[in-house]
C-alpha cells in the first residue's frame, strides 16, 4: 500500500513569511510617524493637558517660587470663572465679534471674487491688491486704522467734521457701540481675502456651459447667481465658515492692538490674558480657557451637525 504526502497549502506556508515582513512594514511606518507624534505631544497635548491641570490650582506668579508648580487641587477658579460678573459678556461679545466678522468677510470675499472673475486688463494688479489687508503685519495695520481713526488728528474726523457735518469727532475706539463695529469691520477688512481665495479659486473650477444654458433658458443674472453659482459654492461656505469660526472666536491681537479690550471690545481671550499678565492669576486664566475651548468645542460639533444634516438632505 502506497501513502502519498499532502503538499502544505501555499497560504499556510507563506502566512509567516508575510507576518514578517507586515510586523517589518508596521515598525518602519512607526519610526517615520514618531517625529512628528513627538512634537505634536510636547507642543500640543503636554500644553493643553498642563493648562487643564493649572486650572484646578491656586496658582499665580508670585507664589511659584515659593510652593512650586503643584498646590491642591480645588474647583474655586472655576466657581469664580462662571460666576464674575464680566465672563458671560465677554462670551457675548464674542459671540457678537465671531458670527459678525465670519459672516461679513465670507460675505465681501464672495462678492470680490464674482466681481474678478472675468477676465479684464488691469484684474490681476487688482488681486494683487486686494491680498495686502491680509499679508500686511497686524501691527501695522492697526497702527494705520489708529491713525487714521484718532479723533484729534485723524483723517476721517477731519473729513467728517469739515464736509459730512458732525458736531464733534467720534472717538472710534474709545467708546461704546464704536468701538466694537470699528473692530469689526477692521477684521473682516482684514480677512475677507482669505475667504476670496477660496472664492476665486471655486469659481474657475466651475463649468461654465451650465451658466450659460441657465441663460438661453431665460434666467436672470440673479437666478443665475442663486439657483446655479450658489448651490456649487455651498462646500465652500461650509468651510470657510468652520475656519473663521474657529480663528475668530480665539481672537487676540486684532482687538487688543485697537483697543486693548476697552469700551466694551473685552473678548474672551483678551479676558485670558488680562488675568494672566494683568494680575499674575495663572489658575483663573487656565480655568477661562478651559471653559473657552469646552463652549467652543460644543459649537463646532454642534454647527458640524447641522452642515452634515444639511447635506444629507
Not at 457678537?96 to 468677510?105: D, H, K, L, R
Not at 459730512?164 to 477688512?189: K, M, Q, R, Y
Not at 487656565?286 to 454647527?303: D, E, K, M, R
Request: glycine share 6%.
Amino acid at each position: 500500500m502506497t501513502t502519498t504526502a499532502t503538499p502544505p497549502k501555499a497560504g499556510a506556508a507563506s502566512r509567516p513569511r508575510r507576518s514578517v515582513r507586515q510586523r517589518i512594514e508596521n515598525r518602519d511606518g512607526l519610526m517615520m510617524s514618531a517625529p512628528i507624534t513627538i512634537i505634536v505631544v510636547a507642543i500640543i497635548i503636554i500644553p493643553i493637558l498642563w493648562t487643564v491641570v493649572l486650572s484646578f490650582q491656586e496658582a499665580r506668579y508670585s507664589d511659584v517660587a515659593r510652593n512650586g508648580l503643584f498646590n491642591p487641587f480645588t474647583f474655586d477658579n472655576y466657581i469664580d470663572t462662571l460666576t464674575a460678573p464680566g465672563f458671560w459678556s465677554s462670551i457675548m461679545t464674542t459671540v457678537i465679534y465671531t458670527v459678525a466678522t465670519t459672516a461679513g468677510s465670507i460675505i465681501v470675499g464672495f462678492i470680490a471674487a464674482l466681481a474678478l472673475r472675468d477676465a479684464f486688463p488691469g484684474r490681476g494688479a487688482i488681486r494683487a491688491a486686494m491680498l495686502l489687508p491680509y499679508v500686511a503685519p497686524v501691527v501695522a495695520a492697526a497702527y494705520v486704522w489708529t491713525v487714521i481713526l484718532d479723533p484729534q488728528y485723524g483723517v476721517i474726523n477731519a473729513v467728517g467734521t469739515r464736509f459730512l457735518g458732525w458736531d464733534e469727532p467720534i472717538n472710534f475706539l474709545g467708546s461704546a457701540p464704536s468701538a466694537l463695529i470699528t473692530v469689526i469691520v477692521f477684521e473682516i477688512w482684514r480677512y475677507f481675502p482669505f475667504a476670496f481665495m477660496f472664492f476665486a479659486a471655486a469659481l474657475t473650477g466651475l463649468n461654465r456651459e451650465i451658466e450659460e444654458a441657465a441663460l438661453v433658458d431665460g434666467a436672470s443674472p440673479l437666478q443665475k447667481f442663486w439657483y446655479v453659482i450658489l448651490p456649487q459654492m455651498l462646500p465652500v461656505i461650509a468651510l470657510l465658515s468652520l475656519l473663521r469660526l474657529v480663528m475668530t472666536f480665539n481672537k487676540f491681537d486684532d482687538i487688543y492692538l485697537l483697543t486693548g479690550g476697552a469700551a466694551d471690545t473685552q473678548v474672551a481671550a483678551v479676558r485670558v490674558y488680562d488675568q494672566l499678565v494683568g494680575s499674575g492669576n495663572i489658575g483663573a486664566a487656565s480655568a477661562n480657557a478651559v471653559v473657552l475651548a469646552i463652549i467652543l468645542a460644543i459649537g463646532l460639533l454642534a454647527y458640524t451637525r447641522f452642515t452634515a444634516r444639511q447635506e444629507a438632505k
